[in-house]
């Protein structure tokens, strides 16, 4: 209780609630943008999160996400064009109830879908965080190096169409995670030492300006490419009635709690991600909607059954993706990856401990979800003839502000130390043209981050193990639970490639 | 690009590999009997997974018919430019400092997005827009640093704390920035005889200068980070 108290005060404090606003206010905007994702915003607004007190910082980046998932259903419902993945099934029956006259109650509806979404999911993680971080108390270093390497095979192997791919660009963010000092012996693990030793750059490459580079600067220039693209404008449509009758709702039970289920459990799985939860949920409520018996609008036809479906899913998708970031650091997308980066820099390491010694802010992260979600809800819905307007912003402002953001974000972290944060800038568009290429050729820049997140634990441990088991490398096959972690890492990689060969 | 990306990461993992063989392999403290891996361990083992699977993709994409798609020419020209102007921007940071490098930057990549193309006969009037862009994030600037700088002796002379805050200086440098913006659309609309839209031209150079004074607000005045200061020194 005093724990409990203890997250209250941190989190209601002007400062807070006034980041926290503010994060959601820009959630909702890069939300509604199409080509800006939630997880460009989190890395972009890490700079700022990182000069607040801990709490408040991360109130203000679960602001920004929850905003951003929410906001993606406002070009979705108005214009047929999804702001992020999160919202490529809310177009489905969003654009139909625009054009029936209806994009006030599919506005309405979205944000109520999503808000129940992410309060149901929230209580899902307040109960289950707390149990797999106690999972973790019999791991020692052979299961912690499973696990990452569980982490980052999954995320590899799921979020490319080719795994080679995946395990690829995962390797890649693992080779820059091994940049620099050696934790262990303290010697240069950088080219040229005799030249960048006495650089910024002999530390190794820093996770915000790697962030930043790879989710903000590289999606800059792909926007680059579409500009020519025509200029989106805030459809001149009738916007009333948005709340959905109560009756409707609760009519609905099935539909929102098969995708609450479904959000929460994709979202809790490393690497699959809303976009997979959307569909998911969208089929299954038009096999409950297209059944004899049922008295509910077919999905499909344009109604708020094919609105509430992908928008619970996606919104749930957040909590069940919090679950094995806080309990087990191994983050469920690549939003909270980013979150995860940001937990990582401001000191917060994820795991029993966390909850042990620390209850009190992970008390505070719970109630600033919480708060979150509320203002999400309350910001939307206030503002539902405001956000669409924001379409109306052109491209070509967007992105080169895009671009200096991420650059003075990079440069930022580093205070007062001029040099150092010029050379992360250097890091950021270095990376941010990595990423971009990548991105061109199909290959997805996810596994990189958790390469650059994980290599760190990965590595720490694996050492630890080894030495331990008296320089025994079949150490991790000994032992049961890193034994499974490991089958489940060569799974995750040989299951989809087994899938695909059988369909070719 | 299907190949190059392949035989770009060929290229890196050997130099990774090559980097990981010339690693010193030191023993860890209270390791006497060397059962630790070494620092050598994990990046070599990275680096021929990485060669590995780089030349299984090359072997594939080799297979698979290259894709003939030429890119628009002047969204090539526009990337080219970004990326040229990036890396100035982060050169001349320093010496030029936040304030100027940063409209400019924000000016010149907002100019030729509008025109979605660069040539040289754009030189002229995308010359006379920076000029302007300058001058006026300057006077913003200036005009917010002495409001400010007011404010900061008025605090101290009569001992009133709210002044001299950091927190009253970011609200007061954001007021006379939004004051000075709207200024400056009223007149710029006025000399286009009340037309409803301003130029292209304006609208970079004032959302370039608002950017870049939100930009000094947040992270110089509130966050405390040193910005560059260059060339103003005031």
């Avoid at chain 1, 994702?37 to 980046?61: D, E, H, R």
């Avoid at chain 1, 895009?402 to 930022?412: D, M």
């Avoid at chain 1, 580093?414 to 050379?423: D, F, K, L, P, V």
């Avoid at chain 2, 990275?46 to 090359?58: C, K």
């Amino acid at each position: 209780m005093e724990a409990f108290l203890s997250g209250l005060a941190m989190v209601f404090t002007v400062e807070t609630i006034l980041w926290l606003s503010l994060g959601e206010v820009l959630g909702i905007i890069l939300g509604a943008l199409p080509g800006l994702t939630a997880t460009m915003g989190i890395a972009l607004m890490l700079p700022i999160c990182f000069q607040l007190p801990k709490v408040t910082g991360i109130a203000m980046l679960l602001g920004v996400y929850c905003g951003a998932i929410c906001g993606a259903s406002i070009p979705a419902i108005l214009l047929g064009i999804p702001g992020n993945p999160n919202a490529i099934a809310t177009v489905l029956d969003g654009l139909p109830m625009t054009k029936k006259g209806l994009a006030g109650q599919a506005l309405g509806g979205a944000v109520v879908a999503s808000f129940i979404g992410g309060i149901g999911s929230m209580i899902v993680l307040i109960l289950f965080s707390p149990i797999v971080a106690r999972f973790t108390l019999a791991f020692g270093p052979a299961e912690k190096a499973a696990l990452a390497l569980i982490g980052l095979t999954v995320i590899a192997s799921v979020s490319a169409k080719n795994i080679a791919k995946g395990v690829l660009t995962g390797c890649l963010g693992l080779a820059l995670a091994l940049m620099g000092m050696d934790p262990f012996t303290n010697s240069l693990r950088i080219p040229f030492p005799s030249l960048l030793a006495r650089t910024p750059l002999a530390g190794g490459v820093k996770l915000v300006p790697a962030l930043i580079g790879l989710f903000g600067i590289s999606q800059a220039f792909f926007d680059l490419e579409r500009i020519k693209e025509r200029q989106l404008a805030p459809p001149q449509v009738k916007i009333e009635n948005i709340f959905p009758p109560l009756k409707k709702i609760l009519q609905m039970w099935r539909i929102i709690l098969e995708s609450l289920g479904i959000g929460t459990l994709i979202g809790a799985i490393p690497g699959t991600g809303a976009s997979i939860a959307v569909f998911l949920s969208y089929e299954r409520a038009k096999k409950i909607t297209h059944s004899p018996k049922s008295k509910l609008d077919k999905v499909g036809t344009g109604c708020l059954e094919g609105i509430f479906a992908p928008e619970v899913s996606n919104n749930a998708v957040m909590g069940g993706a919090l679950i094995p970031t806080l309990s087990l650091g191994i983050p469920g997308d690549s939003g909270t990856a980013v979150l995860l980066g940001g937990l990582l820099i401001m000191g917060i390491v994820p795991g029993h401990q966390l909850f042990e010694q620390n209850l009190s802010l992970v008390y505070g992260i719970f109630i600033s979800l919480f708060l979150a979600n509320l203002f999400m809800a309350t910001f939307q819905l206030l503002g539902v003839r405001i956000f669409p307007k924001v379409l109306a912003i052109p491209m070509a402002i967007l992105i080169p502000v895009v671009i200096i953001l991420s650059l003075i974000g990079a440069y930022a972290i580093e205070g007062q130390a001029i040099m150092a944060g010029i050379t992360n800038m250097g890091v950021a568009l270095l990376l941010g043209l990595i990423g971009y290429v990548l991105k061109k050729g199909d290959y997805p820049i996810t596994p990189i981050v958790l390469g650059l997140i994980l290599g760190g634990m990965l590595e720490e441990n694996f050492r630890r193990a080894v030495k331990l088991a008296g320089g025994n490398y079949f150490v991790f096959f000994t032992k049961p639970i890193a034994l499974v972690f490991i089958l489940l890492a060569l799974f995750s990689i040989v299951l989809p490639w087994l899938k695909k060969r059988s369909r070719t | 690009m299907r190949r190059i990306i392949p035989i770009a990461f060929i290229l890196a993992s050997l130099l990774y590999l090559l980097l990981s063989f010339s690693l010193e392999q030191k023993r860890m403290i209270g390791d006497e009997l060397g059962w630790d891996p070494g620092p050598r361990a994990l990046p070599l083992g990275t680096g021929l997974l990485m060669l590995g699977l780089s030349l299984y993709l090359l072997f594939k994409e080799w297979k698979a018919a290259p894709a003939a798609k030429v890119g628009d020419p002047a969204i090539l020209r526009l990337i080219v430019l970004t990326l040229i102007v990036t890396v100035l921007y982060i050169v001349a940071f320093k010496p030029v400092g936040f304030i100027l490098a940063t409209a400019l930057f924000l000016f010149t990549l907002g100019y030729f997005n509008y025109k979605q193309d660069v040539r040289l006969a754009m030189t002229a009037d995308f010359i006379k827009g920076l000029a302007g862009c300058a001058a006026f994030t300057l006077f913003v600037y200036s005009a917010g640093k002495w409001v400010t700088r007011f404010f900061f002796t008025l605090g101290r002379q009569t001992r009133q704390q709210l002044f001299t805050g950091r927190v009253f200086a970011a609200g007061v440098s954001l007021a006379v920035c939004v004051l000075f913006l709207f200024l400056a659309v009223f007149l710029l609309k006025r000399l286009r005889g009340g037309r409803a839209s301003l130029s292209k031209s304006a609208v970079s150079a004032l959302t370039a200068t608002g950017t870049t004074e939100i930009l000094y607000i947040c992270f110089k005045q509130l966050f405390l980070v040193s910005l560059a200061s260059g060339l103003i020194f005031w």
